[in-house]
């Protein structure tokens, strides 16, 4: 089961849950769709999620967004 199988099989009968597969993508998703909170993961193809997140703490749009780091093998 991949990470995203499993958050979505754990939170997604609760929640509205939206995925990303890149960290582009993702930044692209919070700014257009305002989330309340971000699971972002640290590992990513391209873009880490620290990198990420930096990009997203710099814009006014999603700097006030929590962000909730997890790692995973794949």
């Known amino acids: 089961m991949t990470t ?3 958050i979505h099989s754990l939170l997604g009968e609760e929640c ?3 995925f ?3 960290g582009p993508e993702g930044i ?3 700014l257009k ?3 309340d909170l971000i699971l972002l993961d640290v590992m990513m ?3 880490d999620g620290y990198e990420v997140c930096r990009e997203l703490k710099k814009n006014a749009l999603t700097m006030a967004i ?3 780091f997890f ?3 794949g």
């Open 33 to 35: 769709c305002n989330p």
């Open 45 to 47: 193809p391209g873009m």
């Open 66 to 68: 929590p962000v909730i």
């Open 20 to 22: 990303a597969t890149s």
């Open 4 to 6: 995203i199988e499993l």
């Open 16 to 18: 509205n849950i939206l």
């Open 28 to 30: 692209d998703l919070a």
């Open 71 to 73: 790692g995973s093998s």
